[in-house]
């Protein structure tokens, strides 16, 4: 009980500072000289002070391990290289395979760049890329990682290229290739020293805390920084503080109220990365009180996706429109925009003979920042269509065992937006384990075929669309929003990441003005 | 959990060698013996309760008080069993498992079930228990769900803790000492009076709202101090300007509270007949103060610096993550999310080993201020 209070009190009291800070508007600034980003030609040289959240308890160096913290991750993807990372458009991009290719979009081939080599100076070879693709098979959530791709559908061709065969044709694969696929010497053993293949070299490591050095032989080209200094923070306010004092150059994945507090101080860089993180509310289409599709549309029309994005993004996302993946190319933009109409969520909920007296739970974590938030707003706007939404907060551990993928009514939240097949393969089609809200839909899963079955064209352009019309007409999805990812920068930093998700870890470009 | 320790160690008992003096001079009843738990040190079972034998001759004292110590020993590992089993019970009623915490989201249900195997946990919980037990004299912890040494974990964070707190202890009784005295010396006086008017107000401070406070006027505004601690390669803090703001933060509250303390124990005490004797052979203050006064109420001082300790090691918890400080706290607020129990057993063990060594070096401070007096 007491750690609870304890724990209650953490709580305040970073809340608390993160007050005094909004609320102290200007102070003295350590930062670099200069105001705004840095301009002009990237200069070479100097050491990036970089924070990142992380939790003592959840360090994990093992590239393949489980990834709870954002510190691991960034200190990972710098020293190792993924086979392909995320990029614009298109949203998947050579990173240490340099092609890749299919005839069926069964069996993928992926040439290793040329020039690759590890850390230690032997090159690296698709013995290698299969050995660690097997390995991360191998680990308990791998069947989730590669789908479709058994070890026995992990081989190397040859000395520069690997071999992967899905079960299915999967037009995906190199995508799915972005995630962990952390390339380690064949036969490693301790994985915590192992040499890695990226554009920084691992230095020194305790505790969460790294310095990583240039990789002058990195096969991308030289990167401008001579090192990187990776700093763990407990809390974001702790890291928002480290920033407005100069102590660090760059909060990575800081957060919104971050950004209102540093919004307008001199020296200070906030940068936004649009559609970084999705917190749908996910209604239970299987059975219970949500399970008919007119339920589901009523509470997307009465949901007020404005209010939403203010209150609790602080302003800082955009409006969605109930479709997953809003930063894929391929998005559908035809669709139109939902708005609030209580007057029809009204009808509509009469029409399917909803019990309006009835008290629903929608659970929720805070687990990611805004999350709880959403709901509470959520619950309170539902008030207005008559539906009577009771908020109840779940720790972690309760949530992911009792009421994901079970409950009639909760938020989730996801962190890979760019691609639409990828919520329609991982969450949506009726064969997948993480069906969120019990979906099933033979019209979905056909366009699902379809989409990921055909090659690049106006085949595969038009199962896409198809798939976002179904489901943004049935699906258990309620997706208000899109926060945006807040990195904030000292001036003086330039080259900063701007893609969402894991691409905020491309620091690889990333310099210093003098 | 601390605190509870201390205050469940039974209602206020006044230091035994007062017991027998006359009840003329006997402690007032405004004395912090009867305010509050500063005076709750060591309740009956603690070797100043039953005061020094009669005919306690001076040469089997220390035998005596060896004896005592032994006994509050026992006492105390057999309390620490039972907290340790109380730990393990807690764990085991919230709900959720280490199992699910310590894999991805993704994991599948076979995934999840072989894991649980994997840690232990298909075993009935005295299972567990008595095995994480048993390793125990051999200063096995057990492993952490993420394949750790807990004994490692802890050695890593455990040192910067104990240097947050051994340093706001001793910034606490250096201050709240200082001010006591400087109160005391002048009784009544408008110091005096500011003096325990601020100090009650600061120790009702929660730790955050001083910790949040400091770092806007300290870093943020006079930018005089670092904000929070980066730590060196080393695994400590970068450099010692980084340890000011969290030693404060934890230190402000208790010097109000140990200022307190002290203060009405000084007060108590000088009530007493020596002291009285003592101003009417007309010492000068300063040393009746020191030579007189302070040694007895020592034991009271002693009991109020041992319930801060509590209290410090539960504020670092707080302070540790407002200030980004390696410390053990964070591992056991995490622990406790992923509902790790070897880690958290193991975070509780020491640090209750910790506040139990102290509040024994308290209770012998009390012993040996009783019998060095006839």
Avoid at chain 1, 37 to 50: F, I, K, M, N, S
Avoid at chain 1, 64 to 87: F, K
Avoid at chain 1, 267 to 286: K, N
Wanted: aromatic content about 6%; overall charge positive; proline content about 6%.
């Amino acid at each position: 009980m007491e750690l609870t209070r304890r724990r209650i009190l953490a709580t305040g009291g970073g809340l608390g500072v993160g007050l005094l800070l909004a609320a102290c508007g200007s102070g003295p600034r350590r930062a670099a000289a200069g105001d705004g980003p840095a301009t002009g030609p990237p200069r070479r040289g100097g050491t990036l002070r970089v924070g990142a959240v992380g939790k003592a308890s959840a360090v994990n160096r093992d590239p393949h391990g489980v990834q709870v913290n954002d510190s691991d991750y960034l200190i990972l993807a710098l020293a190792h290289d993924p086979l392909t990372v995320p990029g614009h458009r298109p949203n998947v991009v050579p990173r240490l395979a340099a092609r890749w290719e299919s005839d069926d979009l069964r069996r993928w081939r992926f040439t290793l760049a040329e020039g690759a080599t590890f850390h230690d100076g032997t090159p690296v070879t698709g013995a290698d890329v299969a050995w660690s693709l097997r390995r991360l098979r191998a680990t308990p959530a791998g069947a989730t990682r590669l789908p479709g791709i058994d070890a026995g559908g992990i081989k190397a061709d040859g000395r520069n290229a690997v071999i992967l065969t899905s079960d299915y044709p999967n037009s995906e694969v190199p995508l799915l290739a972005r995630l962990t696929t952390f390339t380690l010497k064949e036969d490693t053993t301790d994985v915590t020293r192992a040499p890695g293949t990226g554009p920084f070299r691992l230095e020194s490591f305790r505790d969460g805390n790294a310095r990583l050095v240039r990789n002058d032989a990195w096969y991308g080209g030289e990167p401008p920084l001579d090192a990187i200094e990776v700093r763990m923070f407990e809390s974001p306010q702790a890291m928002t503080s480290a920033l407005l004092t100069g102590q660090i150059d760059l909060a990575s994945n800081v957060g919104p109220v971050a950004a209102r507090t540093a919004e307008g101080r001199d020296g200070v860089q906030v940068i936004r990365r649009p559609h970084d993180m999705a917190m749908p509310i996910v209604m239970r289409t299987a059975d219970g009180p949500f399970a008919d599709e007119r339920v589901r549309l009523a509470l997307r029309l009465a949901v007020d996706r404005e209010a939403m994005v203010r209150q609790v993004l602080s302003g800082y996302g955009t409006v969605a429109n109930d479709v997953l993946g809003t930063a894929d190319p391929a998005y559908a933009t035809g669709l139109t925009q939902r708005a609030r109409d209580l007057a029809r969520a009204g009808r509509l909920l009469d029409e399917a003979g909803f019990d309006r007296r009835g008290t629903y739970e929608l659970f929720t974590t805070e687990d990611v920042p805004g999350l709880a938030e959403s709901a509470t707003l959520f619950a309170t706007q539902m008030r207005d269509a008559g539906v009577n939404v009771k908020v109840v907060k779940q720790e972690s551990a309760v949530f992911w065992d009792r009421t994901w993928l079970k409950a009639p009514l909760y938020t989730t939240y996801w962190g890979t937006n760019d691609s639409v097949v990828f919520f329609a393969g991982k969450t949506m089609q009726s064969g997948t384990a993480h069906n969120e809200a019990a979906w099933k839909d033979e019209e979905f899963d056909r366009a699902y075929r379809k989409a990921v079955g055909a090659t690049r064209g106006t085949g595969r352009a038009t199962a896409l669309r198809e798939l976002q019309r179904v489901e943004y007409e049935s699906s258990g999805y309620l997706l208000w929003g899109m926060a945006d990812g807040i990195d904030l920068a000292a001036a003086g930093v330039g080259g900063l990441p701007k893609l969402p998700g894991y691409g905020r870890v491309q620091l690889e470009r990333s310099w210093l003005s003098a | 959990m601390a605190e509870r320790l201390t205050a469940a160690r039974g209602p206020a008992a006044p230091p035994a060698w007062r017991a027998g003096q006359s009840s003329a001079s006997g402690p007032s009843a405004s004395g912090p013996s009867a305010s509050g738990p500063s005076a709750s040190g060591p309740s009956a079972s603690g070797p100043s309760a039953s005061g020094p034998s009669p005919s306690g001759f001076s040469a089997s004292r220390p035998l005596s008080l060896l004896l005592r110590g032994a006994a509050a020993l026992a006492q105390r590992a057999v309390l620490l069993a039972v907290l340790l089993v109380a730990v393990f019970a807690a764990m085991e009623f919230l709900p959720g498992d280490a199992a699910r915490s310590s894999l991805d989201r993704g994991a599948s249900a076979a995934a999840v079930a072989a894991r649980r195997v994997e840690l232990g946990l298909d075993q009935p919980l005295w299972n567990r228990l008595l095995r994480w037990m048993a390793g125990l004299p051999t200063g096995d912890l057990g492993v952490t769900s993420r394949g750790e040494q807990v004994a490692e974990v802890i050695g890593r964070h455990f040192p910067g803790t104990l240097l947050l707190g051994g340093l706001a202890f001793a910034v606490t009784m250096v201050a709240a000492l200082a001010l006591a005295v400087v109160a005391a010396l002048r009784p009544s006086s408008a110091l005096d009076r500011a003096i325990s008017g601020t100090s009650t107000v600061v120790a009702a401070l929660p730790e955050f709202v001083v910790a949040s406070v400091l770092v806007l006027l300290f870093a943020l505004w006079a930018d005089l101090l670092p904000a929070v601690t980066v730590t060196a390669a080393g695994g400590g803090p970068a450099s010692a300007a980084m340890l000011v703001l969290p030693v404060l933060s934890l230190a402000v509250p208790q010097i109000g509270w140990n200022a307190r303390v002290a203060r009405a124990a000084l007060a108590d005490e000088c009530t007493a007949p020596h002291v009285e004797a003592a101003v009417l052979d007309g010492l000068p203050p300063r040393r009746v103060l020191l030579r007189h006064v302070l040694p007895g109420s020592l034991p009271t001082i002693a009991a109020g610096a041992a319930t801060s300790v509590g209290m410090l090691l539960g504020g670092a918890v707080v302070v540790e993550t407002i200030f980004n400080y390696p410390g053990v706290g964070s591992v056991l607020a995490g622990a406790v999310r992923d509902r790790d129990t070897p880690l958290v057993a193991g975070v509780v063990m020491v640090t209750s080993v910790a506040i139990l060594a102290v509040l024994l070096a308290a209770d012998l401070v009390r012993g040996w201020a009783s019998v060095r007096r006839p």
